[in-house]
């Protein structure tokens, strides 16, 4: 059974920086696209970032460009979203999904959420002062 579990989530300060994890158990993240999204209230569910399988492509919103870096460990299973220079419109529950067929590549659109097949619970990230 596919499982992904995030951590990392908090309340910081703007201009702060988190690293939120992506844990996942029943597969090897090797082999699927991993893929960041948030959703804040009253909002819709928001692509942030995507990393391609195996080859690495990765595309971010072009909100978070050049504050967020999508990465994966693959000793750990792990993927993360290091998050820095935050800001109060960053507030909002990050959210990873994984599937083994959505591509991600800079050349294109970012996945929409409907594209992932397997998801987390969420972790909740606030930026405040």
Request: with cysteine; net charge neutral.
């Amino acid at each position: 059974q596919l499982q992904l579990v995030e951590s990392g989530g908090g309340l910081v300060q703007p201009g702060g920086s988190l690293r939120l994890s992506c844990t996942a158990s029943g597969f090897s993240v090797d082999y699927y696209a991993i893929g960041w999204f948030r959703q804040a209230p009253g909002k819709e569910r928001e692509g942030v970032s995507c990393i391609s399988s195996s080859g690495g492509g990765t595309n971010y919103a072009d909100s978070v460009k050049g504050r967020f870096t999508i990465s994966r460990e693959y000793a750990k299973n792990t993927a993360y979203l290091q998050m820095n220079n935050l800001k109060p419109e960053d507030t909002a529950v990050y959210y990873c999904a994984a599937d083994a067929v959505v591509r991600c590549s800079s050349w294109y659109r970012l996945p929409s959420w409907t594209d992932f097949g397997s998801w987390g619970q969420g972790t909740q990230v606030t930026v405040s002062s």
